[in-house]
């Protein structure tokens, strides 16, 4: 079937393996309202860093870009202002954020002969495929832009998913060239993902992807326990690509009579450099690793 290729490809860049998957938390998130503490020694149970659909949405609001009717000094002081620039009640541009990794992102596996938990994250990167264009790339595995034009991105952009919802959009009746009728069932997706500008201060493994954030020492019965409840916390500030802070891209895959499903996504980017990544237990708070970024690691 021609979506399992899609399914491979594009929708991987925004954090989904299988199409059917959505990221419904099994425990009740708390959202985190206030610049995040990097001393902190343990998070409260169910953590799950900033609302990044209300950061996103707050950070549109602040366009670097200077308007025709503005005059330069106005411009100036109006983004000399955004180093304070509110993106929620108590939280600010400058403030160090913190966004729960989606978890079909996190893969963690258990070394019994070492003792050892390794915890990783697959960030994403059209460069992963060979991409001489990401335009070119998304019309040969079948999928168009509805808006926007995400060619914005270099190939070498890498992004990380936070969080994701499906929601049914119903059926409507379809016709192919040929006059075959068929009904086509609606898939809409939203994705928010943080593009990372300092990809380059970690070691993203060129074989698979992956970037291994904690080596954690459990006994077996320890590991088997928590592995359920690891997670991975992205601590950031807020960064501009081409002088922005967010971006948004929508994508759609037309359906045929043989796969008649048509799948959307709107796909929603803030930009940030990333501080830290956080392993922690969802359920208890317990913080297990905490990787910062080296000078150079690739």
């Known amino acids: ?36 503490d990097t001393t902190a020694p343990r998070l409260p149970a169910g953590f799950a ?12 609001k602040l366009s670097p870009i200077k308007d025709e009717f503005e005059t330069t000094e106005e411009f100036n002081q109006r983004v000399a202002g955004f180093a304070h620039a509110k993106v929620a009640d108590n939280l600010s ?36 495929h060979n991409a001489n264009s990401i335009e070119q790339y998304l019309r ?18 890498y992004f990380i998913g ?16 040929y006059g075959t009728q068929f009904t086509v069932r609606r898939q809409n997706y939203s994705s928010y993902e943080l593009y990372i500008k300092n990809i380059a201060n ?32 992205a601590l950031c500030h807020f960064s501009t690509y081409k002088s922005d802070y967010c971006n948004e891209n929508n994508f759609i895959r037309r ?9 959307t996504l709107k796909l929603y980017v803030l930009h940030t450099v990333i501080d830290a990544f956080w392993v922690y ?12 970024p080296s000078e150079s690691s690739h």
């Open 1 to 36: 079937m021609r979506w399992s290729l899609v399914c491979a490809t594009l929708f991987l860049a925004v954090g989904i393996i299988d199409p059917s998957y959505a990221d419904t938390p099994t425990f009740s998130p708390l959202y985190s309202t206030v610049p995040f």
């Open 49 to 60: 860093g900033a609302d990044i659909q209300a950061i996103w949405s707050a950070a549109t």
């Open 93 to 128: 541009v400058s403030d160090c954020l913190s966004f729960r990794v989606i978890s079909e992102k996190v893969s963690s596996t258990y070394d019994a002969d070492s003792h050892i938990l390794t915890v990783s994250i697959r960030p994403y990167s059209f460069s992963l």
């Open 140 to 157: 040969e595995i079948g999928v168009s832009l509805t808006e926007h034009d995400f060619s914005y991105y270099s190939t070498d952009a």
């Open 162 to 177: 936070c969080l994701l919802s499906s929601i049914d959009g119903g059926t409507y009746t379809a016709q192919n060239a």
């Open 202 to 233: 970690y070691h993203v493994a060129p074989t698979d992807g992956t970037l291994t954030v904690a080596s954690i020492p459990l006994s077996a019965d320890d590991a088997r326990i928590a592995k359920p409840d690891i997670s991975v916390l």
């Open 255 to 263: 359906p045929t009579a043989n796969d008649p499903i048509e799948y």
């Open 281 to 292: 237990n969802k359920s208890t708070g317990d913080v297990y690793s905490r990787l910062i």
